[in-house]
């Protein structure tokens, strides 16, 4: 214990400045990201949400998220001209404009514009703390160091959305307002307590640094096989965002969640869609550790897929069912796939690239959870709402028993037409949601997550021997990947 604490005592001043940073970052992001803005985007316009289809939603939150994933190759050097502390305040500021206007728009161009504003600044912020880590961090320390550094970020990411879960159900600018705060928090923070970390100077200006990165980016991608593996990894990334994408929308709408509150003795409505979506943070800060230390026995490869697998099936209980508590099981059995593959992908990645060109490699780790999020988007949109959405299912069929129901519009919003719907069905809302379950049976989108889970995992694995026929890396690591098996 006592050697453990000395060597907390090794991490500079700036080091934990920057993880308390990194801290309400994740707190703020998180808490509308992980599960809020899926249900704030769909849920219908006289609670106070946006009403979007989920087509719109798929479109907005896949197409920012990608811009997110995709520029730090950008900010990333423009930090490195300018300086960090300088590019944390502007993603800071960004940020706090982007959650007020997303929480004051509501037409959808001005809502797509507002997201895309914010994923510049989560671009603008996302390279900074990282690259300070290792900056004030050695051989020696760099371990414990990032260790530190990634669990915060679950920390982060289980707390923002958890307190989340509390707030939205009374008012939904509360959650926005919360991570302007968090937001403006980090502002002050950097403004008086963020020092530049050391910089080594290029000699280049930020604009040919840019065209650098784009350079050894296209270099990269030349590599076939390399290519080919970026877009296997993509479409594990898109069947892994539909915890953000698909599940939240998915469980309000046909879940009940307050037996599980009453049964453990709390009011009805206590417990949320947003909880049970912050139950994956939780999760991965309770066993990541564990899971690890299993994981580390066998080639990356072995561990991705069986990773990807063990998420595939988590996916299936999911969306199979309306029980909550073995839908919470699921999204447990989700997350222990989640570790298993997620933190392999870029050894694996280490391990297939060029000994001479690791670095330029492992820099283009980014592109496939870009592309990931374009397919998730496309995917919880048209392709979930015809499978899945409660509205869409509604329709079809107050159409096929031939009731006559006005179109959403004007004063007559969706409330009133699910209100309509029950009187003519002779139904109350309970039973007019199993009535759709039974008949349209909306579970069956589990196969569709699913199937893409598992092809990302057959793939890889017809990748991994038919491509590069078995050998996990060049050279000196063909021997080390054996011994784990």
């Given amino acids: 214990m006592s050697s453990f604490i000395q060597s907390l005592k090794k991490f500079p001043r700036l080091f934990w400045i920057s993880n308390i940073i990194e801290l309400f970052e994740r707190w703020g992001w998180y808490a509308f990201y992980n599960g809020f803005i899926a249900i704030y985007l769909t849920s219908p316009r006289e609670t106070g949400a946006l009403g979007f289809s989920n087509v719109e939603k798929g479109t907005i939150m896949g197409t920012a998220s990608m811009i997110l994933y995709f520029l730090p190759v950008i900010t990333g050097a423009v930090a490195d001209r300018v300086g960090y502390k300088k590019v944390l305040i502007t993603s800071f500021i960004t940020y706090v404009i982007s959650f007020f206007m997303l929480s004051r728009f509501e037409t959808f161009g001005s809502i797509f514009a507002a997201f895309i504003l914010l994923a510049v600044a989560g671009a603008l912020f996302k390279p900074l703390i990282s690259g300070t880590v290792a900056r004030v961090t050695d051989r020696e320390t760099a371990s414990l160091g990032f260790g530190i550094f990634y669990m915060v970020i679950n920390i982060g990411g289980f707390i923002g959305p958890f307190v989340a879960s509390l707030l939205y159900k009374n008012n939904w600018d509360s959650v926005f307002y919360m991570s302007i705060a968090a937001m403006t928090l980090n502002l002050l923070l950097t403004i008086f307590f963020y020092r530049e970390p050391a910089i080594t100077e290029s000699g280049k200006s930020f604009i040919k640094n840019i065209g650098i990165a784009f350079r050894n980016i296209g270099i990269t991608l030349t590599d076939w096989r390399f290519l080919l593996f970026l877009l296997i990894i993509g479409v594990f990334w898109t069947a892994y965002n539909q915890l953000y994408y698909s599940f939240p929308v998915f469980l309000e709408s046909w879940v009940n969640l307050d037996g599980m509150s009453l049964f453990l003795g709390l009011k009805p409505g206590t417990i949320t869609t947003v909880t049970i979506s912050s139950l994956a943070s939780f999760f991965i800060i309770l066993f990541q550790l564990i899971i690890s230390s299993i994981t580390a026995r066998f080639r990356p490869l072995n561990s991705i897929m069986t990773g990807i697998f063990i998420l595939a099936f988590g996916l299936g209980m999911m969306f199979a069912n309306l029980n909550p508590w073995i839908i919470v099981l699921g999204v447990l059995v989700f997350s222990i796939g989640e570790m298993a593959s997620s933190p392999k992908i870029q050894e694996y990645l280490g391990g297939i690239a060029p000994s001479d ?37 509604l329709k079809k069929a107050v159409e096929e028993k031939g ?23 002779g139904m ?46 060049a050279g000196n690591n063909r021997s080390a990947a054996g011994s784990q098996q």
Wanted: no cysteine; aromatic share 16%.
């Fill in 403 to 425: 009731f006559d129901i006005p179109d959403i519009s004007g004063s007559f919003t969706q409330t009133d037409y699910f209100n309509r719907a029950q009187e003519l069905f």
């Fill in 357 to 393: 060109r690791k670095a330029l490699y492992m820099g283009t780790a980014f592109l496939p959870i870009a592309l990931g999020h374009v397919g998730a988007g496309w995917i919880s949109g048209r392709p979930f709402e015809v499978r899945a959405d409660k509205l869409f299912l």
């Fill in 428 to 473: 109350d809302s309970h039973q007019l949601t199993r009535y759709l379950w039974d008949t349209y049976n909306p579970s069956r989108v589990w196969i569709l997550f699913t199937a893409i889970a598992i092809a990302a995992s057959v793939m890889l694995y017809l990748y991994d021997r038919l491509i590069l026929k078995g050998r996990e890396a």
